[in-house]
């Protein structure tokens, strides 16, 4: 069958879209493939992924699951710290080749979300042109989820599946193996994906209208066997190997912090359009979503009911909702952009279901007259529905992505100047020597020939967040490594006044509303050896380790005080909370609800 114009538009655009995914990576690739200067290439990923290309890296030459050489650890997603493995395997011990490879396969992952999410919304065995446009769009906005480096690249493999299968709810619980293998893979990509599992089975019963039978009961066990074999596999290996049977990660983002205190976090999930805004500010996601609830609600009063794309919407809602729940209750952290892999699909449904909104509200009003009159495939409706979404984010999306692909490619500027960039420029420095690193640790890790520990925790090893948690955290840190140099970025760090004046450095400071510093140091000011500023707001401090000194009653006091009055993150990265008063009033009330679980 001769393809319509519709999918040779459709295939041009996923064609376009790839060479502009991979432009950032070839055309310095194809000039220095083993010769690229690290600064110039470094912000093609994300800092974080470093943690598990340095991870995979030394698991495949060495045989040790370990970030800084020494201390083992399981603090990352397995499957695609598996499939980073095997890749550095086949391409030998050539970390810039296993760099541009793994570049490669993250960008053709993210294809398939170009290519699949638009029949989605279709609901046709064709896939239009604009709608792919507009998924391109989306995963061009939210590129730290798919084009970046991390394991979210893998998340629209399961999420478009289950999506397809809830278009069909009288095959929801049907081939029971492929669903069970499903949300076993779903759990291995990352272990929060398991919101899909209750999120889903619970569209089945409803929509189904199950009965607990034992016909149900049986095919429901047949579903989770490969889950729960799969979770109980995953558990006992870790523990065997690991001394915990979930990830250290997620154990140092729970450390010192209160339970069910951590809901300010909602303001993350808020702001998880604000990538689509060329103003960054709180009011464009705001006053979006304001948008949507009062379009909703306006043609629901006039037109009644609409049942476009409510189910897969309230599907993914329900999803976030419950990873939502979930960190609130547990962890002590900000939740970061790649955690919100359901966002683009969210949005991707919402700006189909408010622009057949508008055309029925159009309609009702009789405005447009023949301009939104239908064909018999209902060709204009579809145009109308994707022709609005572009025309609302063109702008944005036209904004950021010459900037986003221009990060690939910029050189070694002061002007642009980022942390990682930073880090590789400052490779001399550190060469041969063991350095003490709180976050943005991994591009350093990876490029340059240092010894880095990250003293967050999130690579280390359960033994050293036991010390954290008993309040000998430093002394552990001294008995396992011989530390050189101790590295912070900051806006801003306290200092005791005095002769000299003492540089009070706590790490981390990623707790939200931790009640007590649990890694602290203090440094004459004779052990600063460089301050670098970098960006609009923050600078490196390095110290020399060896001149460490103990921190006296008065450096504990102002830790104390400074923790009473803002909490550590809010005071050393100040930029972070400037004009935003929805995020301070949250972290504030969560404050309140951690301060009531002292003891």
Known sequence: MKPSTDQRLSWLVV??????LLLPALLPALKFLQDSDPARIVNVLYDDTYYYLQIAYNLAHHGHSSFDGITTTNGYQPLWLLLLTLLAKLTGPDKTIFFWASVALTQLLALYAIWMAPKLVSGKEFRPFYLTLLMAFII????????KGLETVLTPFFIIYLLMRLAKPDEMLEKTTPLGLVFAFAFLVRLDAIAVVPAYLLFDFMLNRRRLQPHYLIRLTRVLTPLVVTGLIYAALNQYWFGTPVPVSGLAKALDTGRFSNFGILYNYLMSCLPLFPIRSEWPPLLFWGAVVVIELLRHRLCGRLQAHGIPLL?????????????????GWNIWPWYLYYTPFILLFVIARTATSLLILARQLRVGGKLLAEDSSGFTQTRLHTGIAIALLLIAGLYTAADKLRAGLQTADPARLTYAKLSVQQCDLYRDRTVAFGDRAGSLGYWCPTRVVQTEGLVMSRDFLHARAAGTGEQWLDDHY?????VVDRDRIPVKSGTPDVYIVVDPIQGRTAHKALLHYCFPATALLDSSRYGADASRFIFDYRQKIPCDAEAERIIADIQTREGMRRYSLPA?????????????IDRQLADLQKP
Request: glycine fraction near 4%; include cysteine.
């Open 15 to 20: 064609l376009g879209f790839s060479l502009l």
């Open 315 to 331: 599907f993914l809602l329900l999803c976030a909702g419950i990873q939502y729940f979930y960190y609130a209750s547990f962890s």
């Open 482 to 486: 011989d530390i050189d140099l101790y």
């Open 576 to 588: 972070e909370y400037r004009n935003s008063r929805l995020k301070t009033w949250l972290e504030n």
């Open 140 to 147: 061009l906005q939210f590129n730290t989820i798919y084009t």
